[in-house]
């Protein structure tokens, strides 16, 4: 079967890469660099708890599907690309600055069986964690993976599982013929295929309007450097994920990621002085140390949204034509449960997960 994937962020990487093992002949066009959407912003976080304390029961079993993938994903990206991609699971703990908030946090908790955490033990994980604290949720099987090792790993274990990506290739329209997508038409080139995958995030309404119901949601971030010679402050970097009131903080290297925003700002991904103070700020309540750290990076991305919130995984009403797309805050934590469910689906081994059926969407986004 020959397949054309539009998008190499780490839904099409992924995707392509397992269908290029099972023996399928996979082309990936990427606009720009492999990985240079949503992937590279993103803080890497596998937040199966924390990103989805309210979501819909569908999504937290695909999510946990996904977590309980991760650890072999990563070890065969590694393995397929001879290059480390920085996963581990380091856990996550959720702080509450005061006993309301620590109320909800221990509901939650116990729907989910997690343990609760004093002040004290909580501050045995997260050092850095000196500002008001009232408790925490802990959340062992949480994990964090270098996005951008990520993407440049999988570029790699696809290329070697016999994919070809052409970066620089940027789809304009897919052209159908008898009533199905036969043709991606880039500026360079005409790309003919059995089947057409658009995985180009928040970008991919900008292809196929109707029927890839997808809108950016910007994200700013911003990356802190304890002060130089601070050999102690680097290692208190070795821990969890720490999520605190409205910011998270994510050890990577030597650095910490603060993030983020969320906000509707069409492709907008201008960074602003409100953006990078803010992030500061909201970290600086929960570590106060933060304040002698320096600002070493800020930038933007844009997740992929559907109307609903879900995924959007599968065919879509055009034959031919499927979607891997939607995954908003999750792209990264989802990433192997969607090249398993849409490769086994492209295969004819599975059927769509019907809540993440494109197809349960009218045109105008609205639900059937
Ligand atoms: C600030 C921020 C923090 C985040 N943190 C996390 C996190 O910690 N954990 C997590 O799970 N998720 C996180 N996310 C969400 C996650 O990044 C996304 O859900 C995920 O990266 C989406 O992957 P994708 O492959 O669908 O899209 P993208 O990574 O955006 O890839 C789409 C690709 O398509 C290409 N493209 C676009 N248009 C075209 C075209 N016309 N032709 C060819 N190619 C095209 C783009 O250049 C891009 O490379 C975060 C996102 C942001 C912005």
Redesign the pocket.
């Known amino acids: 079967m020959k397949i054309v994937i539009?998008?190499?962020?780490?839904?099409?990487?992924s995707l392509g890469w397992r269908l290029a093992q099972a023996g399928a002949e996979v082309t990936i066009?990427?606009?720009?660099?492999?990985?240079?959407?949503?992937?590279?912003?993103?803080?890497?976080?596998?937040?199966v708890t924390a990103?989805l304390l309210d979501a819909h029961a569908v999504e937290i079993e695909f999510s946990r599907h996904s977590n309980a993938l991760w650890p072999e994903f990563a070890e065969a990206v590694e393995a397929g690309s001879d290059r480390m991609i920085g996963y581990s699971r380091s856990g996550a703990l959720l702080v509450a600055s005061d006993a309301a908030a620590l109320a909800r946090l221990a509901r939650r908790g116990g729907e989910a069986g997690l343990e609760m955490l004093d002040a004290g033990q909580a501050r045995a994980r997260a050092p850095l964690v000196t500002g008001p604290l009232a408790g925490a949720l802990w959340s062992p099987k949480e994990a964090k993976v270098d996005?951008r090792a990520l993407s440049a790993a999988l570029t790699l274990a696809f290329q070697r599982a016999g994919g070809r990506l052409l970066a620089n290739?940027?789809?304009?329209r897919i052209e159908r013929r008898g009533g199905r997508a036969a043709i991606a038409h880039?500026p360079f080139g005409l790309y003919h295929a059995d089947v057409f995958v658009l995985?180009?995030?928040?970008?991919?309404g900008?292809?196929e309007a109707g029927l890839a119901p997808i809108t950016p949601v910007?994200?700013?971030?911003i990356a802190l450097a304890p002060p130089k010679g601070e050999k102690k402050a680097i290692g208190k970097l070795l821990g969890p994920v720490i999520w605190g009131n409205g910011v998270y903080a994510?050890p990577r290297g030597n650095n910490l990621l603060i993030?983020?925003t969320v906000e509707n700002a069409g492709f907008d991904t201008a960074l602003t002085d409100a953006a990078r103070d803010g992030l500061r700020a909201k970290a600086e309540i929960l570590m106060p140390s933060l304040k002698d750290w320096s600002l070493v990076d800020h930038w933007?991305?844009?997740?992929?949204r559907s109307p609903d919130g879900l995924p959007l995984l599968g065919p879509t009403a055009l034959d031919g034509l499927w979607l891997?797309?939607g995954?908003?805050?999750?792209?990264?934590?989802?990433a192997p449960a969607i090249a398993e469910s849409l490769s086994a689906q492209l295969m004819g081994k599975a059927a769509p997960i019907p809540a993440f059926d494109p197809r349960r969407l009218r045109s105008d986004g609205q639900k059937k």
Do not use: D, H
Request: aromatic content about 4%.
């Open positions: 539009i998008g190499a962020g780490v839904a099409g990487l066009l990427e606009r720009g660099q492999p990985g240079s959407g949503a992937t590279n912003a993103s803080a890497g976080m596998i937040a990103e996005a290739e940027a789809v304009v880039t995985a180009a995030g928040a970008w991919s900008l292809i910007k994200g700013e971030m994510v993030g983020a933007a991305g844009l997740r992929p891997a797309g995954q908003f805050r999750n792209g990264i934590l989802f």
